[in-house]
Nanobody, 121 residues
Framework: VQLQASGGGLVQAGGSLRLSCAASGRTFSNYAAGWFRQAPGKEREFVAAVGWSGGITGYAESVKGRFTISRDNAKNTVYLQMNSLKPEDTAIYYC???????????????WGQGTQVTVSS
């Protein structure tokens, strides 16, 4: 599976962005999908995950109530709607797909290249 993330950018605190991750290759709908992020000097951390059908979702506590993950299997795309952004959300955001719905990066087999999100105060 090849993944292409897009939608990052510079936004003021309180603003919104929607990230997209387009998949090609193997059957996208067979996989769970997740978003992770990595800030400078920090380890990659879980943001959100969605099951293969979209029926189950999970979020890190730090983004719960502000971010929404969704997927459109007909378009082979997973989304991350980010609202009420904070400066601490600044990071490179990565999408990933794998066989398990999980918050653990090691459970994901395929990764996109990342898209930069910068939130100014």
């Amino acid at each position: 599976v090849q993944l292409q993330a897009s939608g990052g950018g510079l936004v003021q605190a309180g603003g919104s962005l929607r990230l997209s991750c387009a998949a090609s290759g193997r059957t996208f709908s067979n996989y769970a999908a997740g978003w992770f992020r990595q800030a400078p000097g920090k380890e990659r951390e879980f943001v959100a995950a969605v099951g293969w059908s979209g029926g189950i979702t999970g979020y890190a506590e730090s983004v719960k109530g502000r971010f929404t993950i969704s997927r459109d299997n007909a378009k082979n795309t997973v989304y991350l709607q980010m609202n009420s952004l904070k400066p601490e959300d600044t990071a490179i955001y990565y999408c990933a797909v794998g066989g398990s719905y999980s918050p653990r990066p090691q459970d994901y087999n395929y990764w996109g290249q990342g898209t930069q999100v910068t939130v100014s105060s």
